[in-house]
């Protein structure tokens, strides 16, 4: 039987034939394709010509090719499909691809092949390309000898196969630590989240969402409910099911990371990870984190007395599990009532009239429906995205429903990455994990939903308007703390005037939200902060915590596990009894899992950046809401990719160097 993995797509820009694929094509693909790349690296190594861009750098980008499209289309079925079967395929195949990226990356002849290739007269993305690479080199250990690089190999083999385990019992936590609510408990929750969550025996299950305050405590009105729904999120990867306990798994990774670190000659996990992006130094990080945890904490006590007024009114002593439910008061108080904003804010109108309305205004950017090409689910939807000449740029895909095995949060991703040199155009993929409404009624949003519309889409535009030579520096191919700058910018799009009255409208009458609402919601746009910041510095300094220790420091009892995070979070001075970590450690899967591990301090790093380009773009014609405006910021940032140093890209816009006050003036902090 022919696999689908083994060939390039022929759909339409080159997406994948996602019908075609099954579970049982991935494992055989990636194995084929492995060994087909590892041969051309042997090419490449052993070719007596002198190293060139062409023989070397070229060379090396498409022996990637296969790989890389089959890899990217494994990714989206593993992350938005999972399952037991699709489980043990990742499970499978991600220590095989970690011993493979640390075959290249341990390979002295590709690294003194790039470095014998003389820079002069090279185009600027290729000679970034190239000293990239060799950065890499340094920072993966190909200064190690035989013994370091076999113990690196194994060291990276273990870490891939328990971040794998901890992802995958992480998503089984949201499951298995479900809340369960009787009738009598589930007052204030509207009739079509209850219709969901009804069990035979007149119970409700309420499935978790991924980060530790659950949107369901807004709404339930019992503050014993509140506190039941907030204990079992808590309380994930804790041992209360063995079959999601992650204790052990995050004290393992912890201590295997930092002996890696410390095998490549860093103190701690934390610094190579600061060391391979744009903050460079680990200390630099923790004293911008900390520079506004005070701020933060001064906040939630200024808020924490008009909430307890609240509480009081109902006879409730505030608690951790009753901020966001009198909150969501407060806010009512101000005009900003989430059920009564819901009706305005329908998933396909903020998609179609929102999301695609800014690209079209800013870039010139057309969405052209294709349900002609299927995706990976039937809840799928596929765009095909045209420039202002009506040329085809790339195909845009979207699966926004929650379901059992798939990924928790949002997320994009390609399938295709764009490239001059492979002549592809860009595949690229946004996750949502909103509840799935029933057949015939809308998709009502939270204004958070709104804005993780937004946000995901940004990073979508970084792929999409890519024009890069090299797939490797393309798009999202970025360091971590600048990766995302581009979501995060595109969320004020959400409350821009013109953006609101296209997409804001009942989604039964059309009529467009009320002016006074749609005034309290932009003027409200740091209502909230306080909570936010605090419950966000807390996770990305437990985050530091935990990857600033030494192999020897990391405690070696899961019993001792509890006691770390709360030891650590008052030590970073950000305990606060009323705002736990947004992620606790045994569910923080960005951090446990793998690809924000000590980094998930970037998304304030970059917001940095982006409170200095809001600025900018506020400066221009009709809040920047302009071809000038989207014309600029596409050709000096997001089309440049890594192709050059993002701070230069930002300089290119802004002007200047980064403002740091302009974060604390975005949170309404300063």
């Not at 079925?77 to 990226?101: F, N, R």
């Not at 007024?309 to 909150?327: K, M, N, R, S």
């Not at 773009?617 to 140093?645: H, I, P, V, Y």
Request: proline share 5%; with cysteine; hydrophobic share 40%.
């Amino acid at each position: 039987m022919t696999n689908p993995l083994l060939t390039r797509s022929p759909l339409p820009y080159c997406v994948p034939d996602w019908a075609a694929i099954t579970p049982e094509h991935i494992v055989p693909a990636l194995t084929e394709l492995m060994t087909t790349e590892r041969e051309a690296w042997e090419r490449i190594a052993t070719n007596p010509e002198p190293a060139t861009a062409a023989n070397t750098v070229d060379a090396l980008e498409e022996a990637g090719l296969p790989l890389a499209l089959a890899l990217n289309a494994a990714y989206t079925l593993m992350s938005s499909i999972g399952g037991d079967e699709l489980d043990a395929v990742q499970t499978e195949v991600l220590p095989l691809l970690s011993e493979h990226a640390n075959a290249f990356r341990l390979d002295k002849r590709i690294y003194n092949r790039f470095a014998a290739i003389d820079l002069t007269g090279l185009d600027p993305e290729t000679a970034r390309y190239i000293t990239e690479e060799l950065e890499a080199f340094t920072r993966s250990g190909i200064t190690l000898d035989d013994a370091g690089k076999t113990r690196l190999r194994d060291l990276d083999s273990r870490l891939s196969a328990l971040e794998v385990e901890f992802s995958q019992r992480v998503i089984k936590a949201m499951d298995d630590n479900a809340a369960v609510l009787s009738e009598a408990d589930v007052d204030g929750v509207d009739d079509t989240r209850l219709a969901g969550a009804r069990q035979e025996d007149g119970t409700y299950r309420f499935a978790l969402d991924n980060f530790t305050n659950q949107t369901l405590q807004v709404a339930l009105t019992k503050p014993e409910a509140r506190v039941a729904v907030l204990e079992a999120s808590l309380s994930r990867g804790l041992g209360g099911h063995a079959s999601s306990d992650t204790r052990q798994l995050v004290l393992d990774i912890t201590r295997l990371r930092a002996e890696r670190a410390e095998l490549l000659g860093y103190p701690h996990h934390a610094q190579a990870v600061a060391d391979a992006g744009m903050a460079k130094d680990s200390q630099a990080i923790v004293d911008l984190l900390g520079s506004v945890a005070p701020k933060a904490l001064a906040a939630v006590e200024r808020d924490r007395a008009k909430l307890e007024e609240l509480a009081a009114a109902d006879g409730v002593g505030l608690g951790a599990a009753d901020y966001t439910y009198y909150q969501e008061k407060l806010r009512g108080q101000l005009g900003l009532d989430d059920e009564a904003l819901k009706p305005y804010l329908e998933l396909n109108n903020v998609v179609e009239n929102g999301i695609f309305f800014a690209a079209g205004k800013l870039y010139g950017l057309t969405f052209k429906p294709r349900p002609d090409i299927a995706g990976w689910v039937d809840t799928c939807k596929t765009w095909e995205v045209l420039d202002e000449d009506g040329e085809g740029i790339a195909l845009f895909q979207a699966d926004f429903y929650r379901r059992k095995g798939k990924s928790g949060g949002a997320w994009m991703n390609s399938a295709v990455d764009g490239s001059s040199r492979d002549g592809l155009k860009p595949v690229i993929l946004n996750n949502c994990n909103f509840p799935e409404p029933a057949a015939g009624e809308p998709c009502l949003l939270s204004w958070d939903n709104v804005i993780t519309v937004f946000h995901e889409f940004g990073h979508a535009l970084h792929g999409m308007l890519s024009l890069t030579r090299y797939r490797s520096l393309a798009g999202t191919e970025v360091p971590r703390d600048f990766v995302e700058l581009p979501s995060q910018l595109n969320e004020m799009w959400a409350y821009h005037p013109q953006v609101m009255t296209s997409y804001a409208r009942h989604f039964e009458t059309g009529e467009p939200m009320p002016e006074r609402m749609a005034a309290t919601l932009t003027k409200a746009a740091t209502f909230g902060q306080a909570f936010d910041t605090t419950e966000f510095l807390a996770a990305a300094l437990l985050d530091q915590a935990w990857h600033r220790l030494r192999a020897d420091e990391v405690p070696d009892d899961a019993a001792e596990f509890e006691a770390f995070e709360e030891r650590a979070l008052r030590q970073m001075n950000i305990f606060h009894e009323l705002v736990p970590p947004r992620y606790r450690s045994a569910y923080f899967a960005h951090t446990f899992g793998g690809g924000y591990d000590a980094g998930y301090y970037s998304y304030m790093w970059a917001e940095v950046l982006v409170a200095d380009l809001e600025n900018w773009f506020k400066e221009q014609e009709a809040g920047g809401l302009t071809r000038d405006a989207g014309r600029t910021l596409a050709a000096e940032l997001l089309s440049r990719g890594n192709s050059r140093d993002p701070m230069e890209s930002f300089v290119a816009v802004r002007g200047r160097a980064p403002r740091a006050e302009a974060l604390l003036e975005r949170r309404g902090l300063a």
